[in-house]
Nanobody
Framework: QVQVVESGGGLVQPGGSLRLSCAAS????????MAWYRQAPGGARELIAD???????DYIDSVQGRFTISRDNAKNTVYLQMNSLKPEDTAIYYC????????????????WGQGTQVTVSS
């Protein structure tokens, strides 16, 4: 079994900061790309940032320069540092991990976390 668990959400004022964490654990062989998505009320889930196992990153334009994705490969953990938060960043944030397991014989699967709420409001 594999678990992907996010933490670090909460309520923050506009202009504030939050740091999200996401840890993958269980019967893992290798972890490849890890990513953060978000889903605002009434909206579709969107990819906002991802990071390869080698550390290459990519961001959508609306968070570029404000959010930073990083990872600790030894801990199978990905982080999202969010600065200069805006009300439009309010959403449920989901972690996604592409990984192979001890039983998948190299086949890669995508696993999702349960999501963590981020609310930006005064």
């Amino acid at each position: 079994q594999v678990q992907v668990v996010e933490s670090g959400g909460g309520l923050v004022q506009p202009g504030g900061s939050l740091r999200l964490s996401c840890a993958a654990s269980g019967s893992i062989d290798s972890v490849y790309t890890m990513a953060w998505y978000r889903q605002a009320p009434g909206g579709a889930r969107e990819l906002i940032a991802d990071i390869t196992s080698g550390g290459n990153t990519d961001y959508i334009d609306s968070v570029q320069g404000r959010f930073t994705i990083s990872r600790d490969n030894a801990k199978n953990t990905v982080y999202l540092q969010m600065n200069s938060l805006k009300p439009e960043d309010t959403a449920i944030y989901y972690c996604n991990a592409m990984l192979s397991t001890t039983w998948s014989r190299g086949v890669r699967y995508f696993y999702w976390g349960q999501g963590t709420q981020v609310t930006v409001s005064s």
